[in-house]
């Protein structure tokens, strides 16, 4: 049995009824779906990287620079208890970062393998350049806004260019006893300028669209794949929630509930009667206030689009000015 990805750093088990969640205050949260009540929480590791079985994978927080991936694995129906720990070597000059920086940015993703975890990391370092602004990201189905810009010599010369290096490498990790094989040894390539933007994009802005008969368009697939989103916007500002979400099961495309939301998409995922979503940091006026929400895992009801309960969830982006 292996956990749902909804987003980095977030893991959902419908089956038990948990979500593993980054905590603002550091270590791992476990989160009842049902209440949204903390059920237990570890500070031993703190970014759930993968569920298998009933061995939870997370990333370990070092302090200071280092150059070992340290990974824990803790046992779910033990109250997060630790079962193993295990280091990974890293290349001269690769810190394990657990937040992104503007210039750096350490990514591990873990897959099963076989009752162990195929652990691979990721390791980009780029220059702070300013570029001209390129196509505005847009949701499918919505108009693109218009830019007038004048050509800048020498501007898409720039671009082009390598703006990094990539350093990669691969392990497999026994969650059971902690012990390391080696996959891919590690690597570093030059890394060009569109592919250092892919990797330093936040993973929850990642649109997982799909295209199934009989379900009206824009579509977009739950982190599972079991369900299909179709989201259509029905109202202007300064309506708030100006989107309908319509939720499909993927298989027999039967529709099992809509609701009103102030988004086009979130990462999702269905559990029983609820949706799993991830929400995006925001500023949200009431009165004469302006209320700022944090990055929030939420459950909603599908039927009504009740709000049943909401956690913060640690927010690893950098935030600050631009690069001039």
């Known amino acids: 049995m292996t956990g749902i990805k909804l987003t980095d750093g977030v893991i959902v088990d419908p089956q038990r009824g948990e979500a593993y969640v980054m905590s603002p205050d550091g270590g791992i949260v476990s989160i009842g779906l ?9 500070n031993k590791a703190a970014k759930p990287l993968l569920l ?6 997370g990333q370990v927080e070092t302090a200071g620079p280092g150059h070992v991936l340290r990974i824990a694995s803790l046992r779910t129906r033990e109250q997060g208890a630790l079962a193993s720990e295990s280091s990974v070597s890293l290349p001269p000059g690769v810190d394990p970062l657990i937040e992104q920086r503007a210039s750096r940015a350490f990514v591990v993703t873990a897959q099963p393998l076989d009752g162990d975890a195929a652990v691979s990391w990721e390791y980009v370092e ?40 990539v350093h990669r490498g691969a392990v497999r990790v026994s969650p059971r006893d902690g012990a390391v ?4 040894e590690p690597h570093a390539a030059p890394v060009p300028g569109a592919v250092a933007s892919a990797v330093f994009a936040p993973s929850t802005d990642v649109i997982r669209e799909t295209h199934v008969a009989n379900i009206p368009e ?43 939301y102030h988004s086009a998409f979130a990462p999702f995922t269905v559990a029983g ?6 929400s995006q940091p925001y500023q949200l006026r009431i009165s004469n206030e302006l209320v700022d929400q944090p990055l ?18 640690r927010d690893t982006a950098e935030i600050g000015p631009p690069p001039p």
């Open 218 to 260: 824009p579509q977009f697939a739950s982190a599972d794949g079991r369900h299909i989103l179709s989201s259509k916007r029905v109202a202007d500002d300064p309506e708030w929630s100006r989107y309908l979400w319509r939720v499909f099961e993927a298989a027999t495309q039967k529709e099992i509930g809509e609701f009103f």
């Open 52 to 57: 298998s079985d009933d061995f939870l994978l």
């Open 296 to 313: 929030q895992i939420r459950s909603i009801d599908l039927k009504t689009g009740a709000l049943i309960w909401q956690r913060p969830v």
């Open 34 to 42: 049902d209440r949204g009540q903390e059920v237990w929480r570890s």
């Open 181 to 184: 094989t080696p996959m891919m």
């Open 273 to 278: 009667d609820r949706i799993i979503v991830m």
């Open 126 to 165: 780029r220059t702070l350049t300013g570029l001209p602004p390129g196509q505005a990201e847009v949701l499918p189905g919505e108009q693109s806004p218009q830019f007038t810009a004048h050509a800048i010599p020498g501007a898409f010369e720039s671009a082009a260019r390598d703006l990094g290096i």
